[in-house]
DNA sequence: CAAAAACTTTTTATATGTAAATAGTTTATT
DNA sequence: AATAAACTATTTACATATAAAAAGTTTTTG
């Protein structure tokens, strides 16, 4: 009855729905898994549809992950960067095929809102930064925001579906490394590529 | 009978299946547009099959493109890049989706050959070049040629087929361009990008 | 002989039905 | 009072049927 216990289902069901997806997971399943009665459990939710739209406002507001990152406020653009792909690297290994499958089939409009939030909020994000960049003269005055910053969820968006890398067997976080390089040179000024090179072990691992 | 009179009918239906699709082109209309009987047709093609894979055929062997660019010998890396980007610009905006999606539909064996024959030639270039700019010291000693070349062409088929742009209104043209500066940028060695920055104009339009 | 039309066969899209799986509800049990 | 089991109602997946469209063939006509 309790906002606790009801969160505590929420929490253990994202797991579970992470891990086998969300058609396989039944009510059954999550009752018995959770060792509660399905009476309990419809008790707290109408049905299974809140239940995923529960798991799925829980994921989008896990603390400081990539849709929900509090920069530091002491930190240039650059910092913020290096501190973003992180986030990044491991939202792209947190990431569950399975699940979006799912998702994006049995709740289309679930996924749809979901995904649209996800956008604004990762644009939101890649823009800030670039215009902070700018702003501190560390990223290339000439560059377009708004083309940058969709290239960027472009990327991102295709690196998590492409079969372009499966055949050559290359580890997600040499990949992740090679894209935060490219990235970096492709849009740093000179003063920016300056500061690179200064704290090179930092940024070019 | 003859072969030329073949390769006009693989001609006209080329332009056909890519302004219309595949699927909505029936044989009749074949008949009816390049103003021949369906008879005649079927004297020159066995079936429809036959006939889509004749004009897939024509299409990967197209002088010239990005599937089958020679480039002049006396070019740098960086030229050579330049010269491509060309050829990919073009390739997008001749790129018709209907058609694609008809392909992936109802020829789907036609379609993965193709497909692996364009991301085979595709990455073979780009590959070429990476290796090339790096022997020249125009581009990034460390640079993992096999990352870059698989992002590359991972750029190339998605920006034919994402959303990510619809809402914003660029033109092919200015995001190609900002695409091909961000990559040039992503990619340069110091000797490179002080080549870069002496053919500003050439470069950097 | 080649185009046009008429014709037959095959493919595709759509609809319908059915069985299995699962959602959601009620009853029994501790 | 909450679980477990039994039950009913939906949903989903899969199979089959049917009609329309298009492929492919034959016949007619200029």
Redesign the interface.
């Known amino acids: 009855m309790t906002e606790t216990k009801r969160n505590e289902i929420v929490d253990q069901v994202k797991k579970l729905y992470l891990e086998f997806g969300i058609k396989s997971v039944t009510m059954d399943d999550v009752a018995h898994k959770l060792g509660i009665s399905k009476k309990t459990l419809y008790e707290h939710f109408t049905d299974k549809k809140q239940l995923v739209w529960s798991v799925l406002e829980c994921l989008t507001n896990t603390p400081n992950s990539v849709l929900t990152a509090n920069m530091p406020k002491n930190m240039n653009a650059l910092e913020e960067l290096l501190h973003y792909y992180s986030l990044q690297l491991e939202m792209i290994q947190n990431h569950k095929p399975g699940f979006i499958y799912d998702l994006k089939k049995y709740y289309p409009r679930f996924f749809e809102h979901f995904n649209k939030l996800k956008?604004t909020r990762f644009i939101t994000q890649v823009r800030n930064n670039l215009i902070k960049g700018k702003a501190e003269g560390l990223f290339?005055s000439?560059?377009?925001e708004?083309?940058?910053t969709?290239?960027t969820?472009?990327?991102m968006?295709?690196?998590m579906t492409?079969d372009?890398?499966l055949d050559?067997d290359?580890s997600n976080i040499?990949?992740f490394n090679?894209?935060f390089?490219?990235?970096l040179?492709?849009?740093?000024s000179e003063k920016g590529r300056k500061l690179l090179e200064k704290n090179n072990d930092k940024f070019?691992a």
Not at 185 to 188: D, E
């Open positions: 956008r290339r000439d560059l377009d708004e083309i940058i969709r290239l969820l472009m990327r968006e295709c690196i492409t372009i890398f050559a290359i040499k990949i090679e894209i390089r490219f990235h040179f492709g849009i740093v070019i």
